[in-house]
């Protein structure tokens, strides 16, 4: 095996078994996006791990509720990724890109100890 961490979802790979992170880059993102889809008291053993962003599809989509979730990743990010540092969280609010049923946001952000910069895009939809 040569890489960092296992890519999620799992997937078989016929050289390392599992398909994994090579970079650091692509292994932070997927920490971000895991900790933002992840609900707090999914993970055992720390409970008020999490933003749970499915949990605001039901919400009304208004700036009250953006707030809400800039705040709640940035607060998360601080405490459960603190080698990185949320820039800008971008969210499509234009009715002609997305329907009523859908969440979606960009979360530009820099990992510190490598300066590098990345996005994340989420877009999360009731099915």
């Known amino acids: 095996m040569s890489g960092l ?26 920490n971000l996006k895991n900790l933002c889809l992840t609900s707090p008291g999914e993970k ?16 009304l989509n208004s700036g009250l509720t953006t ?21 800008e969280i971008d969210f ?5 890109e997305m329907d009523y049923n859908m969440l979606s946001m960009s979360i530009r952000y820099k990992i510190l100890p490598l300066n590098i910069e990345a ?3 989420i877009v999360e939809k009731i099915n």
Not at 14 to 23: H, R, S, V
Not at 80 to 86: G, N, Q, S, V
Not at 92 to 96: I, L, S
Request: hydrophobic share 35%.
């Open 67 to 87: 707030s809400k979730i800039d705040s709640k990743i940035r607060e998360q990010a601080t405490k459960y990724m603190p080698f990185i540092e949320i820039q």
């Open 92 to 96: 499509k609010n234009n009715e002609e």
């Open 44 to 59: 055992c053993m720390d409970l008020n791990f999490g933003v749970g962003l499915r949990r605001y599809l039901f919400e």
């Open 5 to 30: 961490s296992v890519k999620l979802p799992l997937a078989l790979d016929e050289n390392d078994g599992f398909k994994l992170n090579k970079t650091f880059k692509e292994m932070v993102q997927q």
């Open 119 to 121: 996005i994340l895009n």
